[in-house]
């Protein structure tokens, strides 16, 4: 209600004519509630009830004849199309797992250990742990040396 007035007063103000209903089928013939109107209404304010959208519209609170139609409108406007299952990652063998964390090591993470005197080592893979050694130049530690 409180949109259409501001609507209404703006076009008002423009000199425009002022939109008296809005498009689409009469749906509640008792307050003259389009389903256009009911679908953006509920859309807009996040309407899932027949009561709701009394509440914004006055739309089946009168007579109560539209209320199973604005329950179509509303079980179309949020049915939920079931987004298909996401791809699960196959599952690796174990000596698929070695190469791709060997892989990984030489070509993401030890160039930029090597770049700052440092290295990486894989020792072991237990499960989903990997475990690496670490190693830094004694050079460039003076209290290793
Ligand atoms: S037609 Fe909607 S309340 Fe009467």
């Known amino acids: 209600m409180g949109r259409e007035a501001l609507e209404a007063a703006i076009a008002d103000y ?20 389009t389903d256009d109107k009911i679908r ?11 009561e709701d959208v009394s509440n914004f519209t006055k739309a089946g609170g009168g007579c109560g004849e539209c209320k199973s139609e604005i329950e179509k409108i509303l079980a ?13 990652p196959r599952k690796l063998t174990n000596l698929q797992k070695i190469a791709l964390i060997q ?12 770049a700052d005197n440092g290295d990486m080592e894989l020792i072991d893979i237990d499960s989903n742990r990997v475990l690496v050694s670490l190693r830094v130049c004694a050079a460039d530690v003076p209290h290793l040396m």
Not at 19 to 30: A, D, N
Not at 40 to 50: F, I, Q
Not at 76 to 88: F, G, I, N, T
Not at 103 to 109: F, K, L, Q
């Open 103 to 114: 892989e990984i090591i030489e070509t993401d993470i030890r160039p930029l250990l090597q």
């Open 40 to 50: 953006r209404v509920a859309w807009e304010n996040h309407l899932t009830t027949v």
């Open 76 to 88: 179309e406007l949020w049915s939920v199309k079931e987004a298909p299952a996401p791809s699960l």
């Open 14 to 33: 423009l000199g425009k004519p002022v939109q008296k209903r809005e498009e689409g089928r009469v749906i509640c013939k008792c307050f003259d509630v």
